[in-house]
């Protein structure tokens, strides 16, 4: 793995917002899923749990227990928890996170007069259920969460739907603003932050290197999205900041989501290039019915190393399946042939 700057566990970005690394380093997760509290003083906003590492849950902690931030007695230390999209090392914590917020409260001195006011647990809702995810949710304890209006654990959340952060001088802009973008899986989402012109972009944009996506047809155009949303309604970027699900803050946001949306353009506009050539006979994986994912990579990719073959072929094969859906292209066996 490529040597990666280090990160503090526990990192204060700006006057209401706090990193805490989910202590997963690795290949794909970088420095570690990064989960961040949101708000002035308590209750915050929780933005991801991290995948349930044991010493993850001190450094959470540590940023609730913050003396230098204001607390209130009587409120609880999270009132929200928003789940950006349904994978392991973003949403796994969630049981020993709930777990802490119940022993922070009952341990306070002196004792609350008030019951535990359990947070909302918040997340757009999948097309159909993801097994892993369920079996979080369903061991969660009753009493350690409050439910939504159906009896779920789970708030479903929507395009544009904003939850209130806490400030010492709130106004209409003091929320976090629900930007639904899908692609990177069918649930993801990122948050608009106004005070902090900032975009919480969670795994569609990463801090270091480019994403994975499940599908790029909805990724390319949450992307565009993303880009329209940073444009404002007068011409004034509505975001400069990008706070990411791995991988340190982007100071010129903006223009990393642009830049990704350009890499995914030019990878397809060179995809679109190869198809329209004759295959030439001596190609790795050469088919006379016409262009494999296999020749395609070992065109694209010829001046690469080729054990970066395989993973560069997955995401060939999604650009592919895009022309398809598309009506740009056709798969004969195991060709692919382009239809204009």
């Known amino acids: 793995m490529e040597a990666l700057e280090a990160l503090p566990s526990v990192s204060k970005l700006s006057?209401?917002?706090?990193?805490?690394l989910g202590q997963n380093p690795g290949k794909f997760t970088?420095?570690?899923?990064?989960?961040?509290?949101?708000?002035?003083?308590?209750?915050?906003?929780?933005?991801?749990?991290?995948?349930?590492?044991?010493?993850?849950?001190?450094?959470?902690q540590e940023?609730?227990?913050?003396?230098?931030?204001?607390?209130?007695?009587?409120?609880?230390y999270v009132s929200d928890i928003i789940l950006t999209h349904k994978h392991h090392d973003h949403t796994h914590g969630l049981p020993s996170v709930?777990?802490?917020?119940?022993?922070?409260?009952?341990?306070?001195?002196?004792?609350?007069?008030?019951?535990f006011r359990p947070p909302r647990i918040h997340k757009i809702p999948l097309p159909a259920p993801d097994p892993r995810l369920t079996s979080v949710i369903d061991s969660l304890v009753p009493g350690s969460f409050t439910p939504s209006p159906t009896g779920s654990?789970?708030?479903?959340?929507?395009?544009?739907d904003t939850l209130p952060v806490t400030s010492s001088s709130p106004?209409?802009?003091s929320v976090l603003r629900i930007i639904h973008t899908p692609g990177h899986t069918a649930d993801s989402l990122c948050i608009h932050y106004p005070p902090d012109r900032a975009?919480?972009?969670?795994?569609?944009?990463?801090?270091?290197?480019?994403?994975?996506?499940?599908?790029?047809?909805p990724y390319m155009t949450s992307l565009q999205k993303m880009i329209d949303y940073g444009e404002g309604p007068n011409g004034e970027k509505t975001y400069e900041v990008v706070y990411p699900g791995h991988g340190p803050v982007i100071k010129d946001g903006h223009e990393k989501v642009r830049t990704y949306l350009k890499h995914r353009v030019e990878r397809e506009e060179q995809i679109v290039a190869v198809l329209r050539r004759p295959v030439p006979a001596d190609i790795h994986g050469f088919n006379?019915?016409?262009?494999?994912?296999?020749?395609?990579?070992?065109?694209?990719?010829?001046?690469?190393?080729?054990?970066?073959?395989?993973?560069?072929?997955?995401?060939?094969?999604?650009?592919?399946?895009?022309?398809?859906?598309?009506?740009?292209?056709?798969k004969t066996g195991a060709a692919w042939v382009l239809l204009s």
Not at 42 to 49: S, V
Not at 63 to 72: M, P
């Open 288 to 330: 006379e019915d016409g262009w494999t994912t296999e020749a395609i990579v070992a065109t694209i990719y010829a001046k690469y190393p080729k054990e970066l073959w395989a993973p560069a072929a997955h995401s060939v094969e999604l650009h592919l399946n895009k022309l398809v859906e598309e009506g740009r292209a056709e």
């Open 199 to 217: 975009f919480f972009t969670a795994d569609t944009v990463l801090g270091h290197g480019t994403a994975v996506f499940e599908n790029l047809r």
């Open 153 to 160: 654990p789970v708030h479903d959340l929507a395009d544009s």
């Open 15 to 20: 006057k209401t917002v706090t990193r805490i």
């Open 30 to 60: 970088l420095q570690g899923t990064n989960t961040y509290l949101v708000g002035e003083h308590n209750p915050y906003i929780l933005l991801d749990t991290g995948e349930g590492r044991d010493e993850y849950i001190p450094h959470l």
């Open 98 to 115: 709930l777990a802490l917020l119940r022993k922070l409260w009952e341990n306070q001195q002196p004792a609350p007069t008030s019951p």
């Open 63 to 76: 940023a609730l227990l913050d003396k230098t931030r204001e607390h209130t007695p009587g409120q609880p």
């Open 171 to 173: 106004d209409e802009s």
